[in-house]
């Protein structure tokens, strides 16, 4: 078999699997009995885990969700009011949110098919 026929097989087999565009959406459920309104709380979202680096929160509506003093996190799109009723709101109150998109897309949506609020007392909010 040629390189090129093997190369051709790879790429089909990695695009039919999803492979390479594998997006890491994660959903915000809240409710966590010790923190339920808390970012970095890893019970408050769906699959669960804390996002990282490479996640896309989702916040629907209604949602109140605290970014804290002290909580750094970092994801690489942030949608706030992706759908539902009601408001999603994500405060913070100190820490720091750094958002990027290597794509050319929006980094943050407020309010994409429902009311997203974006209240910031304290921290900072990086938009890359």
Known sequence: ?????????????????????????????????????????????????VPTGRSQPQIDSPASVFIRSGVATVCEKLVIGREGTGDAILTMTGGSLVVYHDDGGSNIIIGKNATGVLNLHDGNITSM
């Open 1 to 49: 078999m040629s390189k090129k026929t093997t190369f051709s097989m790879l790429l089909i087999l990695l695009l039919s699997t999803g492979t390479c565009f594998s997006v890491n959406e994660v959903y915000w459920v809240g409710g966590d009995p010790c923190d339920p309104n808390g970012w970095n709380t890893a019970d408050n979202w769906n699959p669960t885990g």
